[in-house]
């Protein structure tokens, strides 16, 4: 035991002498923020690792891991070098581990990566390259580098960027997107702003001059959080206290199919040399789900406003019945004008929208229906109202025959008008429809049954 103490403390002093000896005075010179300032930061590591091999080459020679070399105890890279280097890199460049500027402090952090490496390179066996990454020295320089402190700092500036598009969504703030929105967009660009800025900062968590390695399951789980953010502020845009444009919440659906159909493969492409293909297409996907899920939302809120939209032009059909009776018009030849008034909102709103097209058949059909069964109950209120006015007439008229000596007939009675100008305005509705490629469906069928039988 005594034997194999004084072995340890021989090792150890002749590292620690092969440190100070030659080591030293070559990092002593190298690592200086003079040096630093003129050459670098990789200029200076550089520099050290080309200085090494020559100070080095005889000890590692002399020490290498093979079983027969009783000198295999030494390890003057791990236990002397590469100690001595980091000592002096952290008391001369302390401002090289501060996070505050995090542009520099990335470029520094990969600098340093990349001196590691080529530092291991040198170590020729991989034990010594074990012996190193377990060594406390190599540990403790690791460590100095603030990296949740730096991803703190990016997640502020990205996330942030995208929390300050959320207070105007709808709005194209600088000069750029005025001018690239100015003119009809194609289906394949964004309508908001808000999703241009979604796309940027999921782009920007991937960028190399912005991600780590150490962090990339942070940047993977802020893109996912970014994604989820968006389908949060479409499920609120109905309870928004400000005034909303049923077009704005087109265009974001609009945007929100785009996302789902671009994001995943835009992620895929950014992370294709940093992450597993399995560890992002099923949680990319869920992602992608939060954002059609918040959809059906928006659906409703449009349908409704486009319902509400028709109430004036529905208000008008109660009017029909006072245009004909016992007034001796003519046969009406054409629909009223209500009927555009009653298909305006949708054709408007929904049908010119920049909807895709799927979804703007849906709503169309959709709100149609709505329309439809709206306008039937109104066409059936009149139509029983007006059968009770012409039987309670026909009471009357049976009553008088007795004394009149000659009755005087029209060919079409107020009912006959009546009907047939809805009728009229039933075909025009629609071939409303049929122009915007709306299937009236069974609905439509009952309605115009309605409006032809006596």
């Keep these: 035991k005594q034997w194999y103490q004084r072995r340890v403390r021989g090792v150890d002093q002749s590292e620690q002498l092969f440190a100070d000896a030659i080591i030293a005075?070559?990092?002593?010179?190298?690592?200086?923020?003079?040096n630093l300032s003129n050459s670098g930061l990789d200029g200076m590591y550089c520099q050290i690792l080309d200085a090494l091999p020559a100070a080095?080459?005889?000890?590692?020679?002399?020490?290498?891991?093979?079983?027969?070399?009783?000198?295999?105890?030494?390890?003057?890279?791990?236990?002397?070098?590469?100690?001595?280097?980091?000592?002096?890199?952290?008391?001369?460049?302390?401002?090289?581990?501060?996070?505050?500027?995090?542009?520099?402090?990335?470029?520094?952090?990969?600098?340093?990566?990349?001196?590691?490496?080529?530092?291991?390179k040198l170590c020729q066996y991989k034990e010594r390259v074990v012996n190193l990454r377990?060594?406390?020295?190599?540990?403790?320089?690791?460590?100095?580098?603030?990296?949740?402190?730096?991803?703190?700092?990016?997640?502020?500036?990205i996330a942030g960027s995208f929390e300050h598009q959320l207070l105007s969504p709808f709005t194209f703030n600088t000069q750029h997107s005025t001018e690239t929105h100015s003119t009809e967009s194609s289906d394949d660009e964004y309508q908001l702003p808000v999703s241009e800025?979604?796309?940027?900062?999921?782009?920007?968590?991937?960028?190399?001059?912005?991600?780590?390695?150490?962090?990339?399951?942070?940047?993977?789980?802020?893109?996912?959080?970014?994604?989820?953010?968006?389908?949060?502020?479409?499920?609120?845009?109905?309870?928004s206290s400000e005034e909303l444009i049923i077009s704005d919440i087109c265009k974001a659906v609009h945007d929100s199919y785009l996302i789902v159909d671009k994001v995943p493969?835009?992620?895929?492409t950014l992370t294709a040399d940093k992450l597993p293909a399995w560890d992002q297409s099923e949680i990319l996907s869920i992602s992608c789900e939060d954002i059609l899920n918040s959809i059906p939302v928006l659906a409703d809120y449009v349908t409704d406003d486009v319902i509400k939209n028709c109430e004036k032009a529905l208000e008008q059909t109660q009017a029909v019945p006072r245009l004909y009776r016992r007034t001796n018009r003519e046969m009406p030849t054409e629909p009223l004008g209500y009927v555009s008034q009653l298909t305006g909102p949708l054709e408007s709103d929904i049908y010119?929208?920049?909807?895709?097209?799927?979804?703007?058949?849906?709503?169309?059909?959709?709100?149609?229906?709505?329309?439809?069964?709206?306008?039937?109950?109104t066409v059936t209120e009149?139509?029983?109202?007006?059968?009770?006015?012409?039987?309670?007439?026909?009471?009357?008229?049976?009553?008088?025959?007795?004394?009149?000596?000659?009755?005087?007939?029209?060919?079409?009675?107020?009912?006959d008008r009546i009907r047939a100008q809805l009728k009229l305005d039933v075909a025009e509705?629609?071939?409303?429809?049929?122009?915007?490629?709306?299937?009236?469906?069974?609905?439509?069928?009952?309605?115009q049954n309605l409006v032809a039988k006596r």
């Excluded at 005075?25 to 200086?32: C, F, G, N």
């Excluded at 402190?149 to 997640?155: D, G, K, N, V």
């Excluded at 012409?390 to 107020?414: F, I, P």
């Design 134 to 157: 377990q060594h406390p020295s190599y540990k403790n320089f690791i460590s100095k580098w603030s990296l949740p402190i730096y991803f703190q700092i990016r997640l502020q500036e």
């Design 429 to 447: 509705l629609g071939a409303k429809f049929d122009a915007m490629g709306i299937n009236k469906g069974e609905e439509f069928e009952k309605l």
């Design 197 to 239: 800025m979604l796309e940027l900062c999921i782009k920007r968590c991937w960028e190399e001059d912005v991600l780590l390695k150490p962090l990339t399951h942070r940047f993977l789980k802020l893109t996912l959080q970014l994604l989820k953010r968006y389908a949060v502020w479409l499920s609120e845009i109905p309870t």
């Design 352 to 377: 010119n929208s920049v909807l895709p097209l799927a979804v703007k058949q849906e709503w169309c059909s959709r709100t149609a229906h709505q329309i439809v069964t709206r306008y039937s109950e």
């Design 25 to 34: 005075p070559i990092i002593e010179e190298l690592v200086s923020k003079e």
């Design 382 to 415: 009149i139509l029983v109202s007006l059968r009770k006015t012409e039987d309670s007439l026909a009471m009357l008229k049976r009553g008088r025959k007795a004394v009149q000596t000659a009755a005087t007939t029209t060919t079409y009675t107020d009912e």
């Design 265 to 268: 493969e835009l992620v895929r």
């Design 56 to 120: 080095t080459a005889l000890v590692l020679s002399l020490t290498s891991p093979r079983k027969d070399n009783e000198l295999r105890s030494f390890d003057f890279m791990s236990n002397a070098t590469f100690p001595t280097i980091v000592s002096k890199i952290c008391t001369k460049t302390p401002a090289l581990f501060a996070a505050g500027d995090p542009r520099q402090f990335q470029r520094s952090y990969k600098e340093t990566m990349k001196f590691i490496s080529g530092f291991e």
